[in-house]
């Protein structure tokens, strides 16, 4: 049977169709309806995804297994979701709503689960036992694959370590909490880190990176912050898991920097008397989380 996958993100919903064999067959991107009324942008997005699903199955002229990457997490509680920074989403029964929609079963994955089961099954960490898979985009994600399949605990949140404590009395986070991962090591976390320190309002990672290498101290600074972070909570993975690889992906994967220095940044926080962990880009850049989604009927 063809798998269906559709990644809901924050400013795009993408979907594809992969043949039993796992060939791309299609894929379609929209942008998410964004408004300012919770309630009509929730609507907004499951007639979206809707039209996305409908689109794609008349484009392969068959129906298929449905996997969704979403930001967040199912309850196993209450059913609903949570813990989406797309926060029109929570609180909403979304499995349920999109079931209803489409007449048929579904199934659901945190996106950065998605991401690392995509990683693990064809892409940078095939042929690694155990995989964790880090997201460090717009907010900061994680997934656990063991062999080939998804850890995602007993409550749901396996590998959730973006919103472990990093910085006590840090920055506020949107999931009520100061100081948490995504707060200090996501891309606006990185750049808010550098305004707090005097740097320019706005500048992104890579622009801070590139001030740095051309001798401005400031961003030098934030970058040497910017590391230190993202060692020490890498680390903590690390002598938590003990993966065979770990893979980074979202909008900073694409900072060269956090696969030398980065990598030299955790070592000392690793609880062993070496550190062989390999730190590897994705291969399939922002559309791993979408094919991840596709694998979830597997």
Same mark, same amino acid.
């Given at each position: 049977m063809n798998r269906l996958g559709i990644d809901l993100g924050g400013t795009k919903i993408e979907g594809v169709v992969l043949s039993a064999d796992g060939i791309l067959l299609t894929r379609k991107?929209?942008?998410?309806?964004?408004?300012? #009324?919770? %309630?009509?942008?929730?609507? +907004?997005?499951?007639?979206a995804i809707r039209s996305l699903i409908e689109y794609l199955e008349l484009n392969v002229n068959t129906t298929c297994s449905i996997g969704i990457g979403t930001p967040?997490?199912?309850?196993?509680?209450?059913?609903?979701?949570?813990?989406?920074?797309?926060?029109?989403?929570?609180?909403?029964?979304?499995?349920?709503?999109?079931?209803?929609?489409?007449?048929?079963?579904?199934?659901?994955?945190? #996106?950065? %689960?998605?991401?690392?089961? +995509?990683?693990?099954?064809?892409?940078?960490g095939?042929?690694?036992?155990?995989?964790?898979?880090?997201?460090?985009?717009?907010?900061?994600?994680?997934?656990?694959?063991?062999?080939?399949n998804l850890h995602a605990g007993s409550m749901g949140i396996g590998g959730e370590w973006g919103h472990n404590l990093l910085l006590e009395n840090g920055p506020d986070c949107y999931c009520g909490r100061q100081g948490c991962v995504?707060?200090?090591?996501?891309?606006?976390?990185?750049? +808010?880190?550098h305004e707090r320190s005097g740097g320019r309002p706005g500048t992104s990672p890579a622009e801070i990176i590139k001030l740095a290498e051309h001798g401005e101290q400031i961003a030098a600074a934030s970058v040497d912050r910017f590391l230190t972070y993202f060692g020490r909570a890498v680390a903590t993975v690390i002598n938590i898991l003990d993966p065979h690889a770990i893979i980074l992906g979202g909008g900073l994967s694409n900072l060269d920097i956090l696969y030398d220095r980065g990598k030299k940044a955790i070592e000392p926080h690793v609880f062993s008397d070496s550190f062989t962990t390999p730190i590897l880009r994705n291969h399939h850049g922002d559309s791993?989380?979408?094919?991840?989604?596709?694998?979830?009927w597997d």
């Open positions: 991107r929209i942008a998410t309806p964004r408004m300012e #009324d919770g %309630n009509e942008a929730y609507s +907004s997005i499951l007639t967040g997490s199912i309850s196993s509680v209450t059913g609903l979701m949570r813990n989406c920074n797309t926060v029109c989403l929570n609180g909403k029964a979304l499995q349920k709503d999109i079931e209803k929609c489409i007449e048929r079963k579904i199934r659901i994955a945190n #996106d950065a %689960n998605c991401f690392a089961l +995509s990683e693990s099954r064809n892409g940078a095939k042929g690694y036992a155990s995989v964790f898979g880090i997201i460090m985009g717009t907010g900061v994600g994680g997934g656990i694959v063991i062999n080939n995504e707060t200090l090591i996501s891309g606006p976390g990185f750049t +808010s880190d791993s989380g979408v094919l991840g989604a596709a694998y979830l």
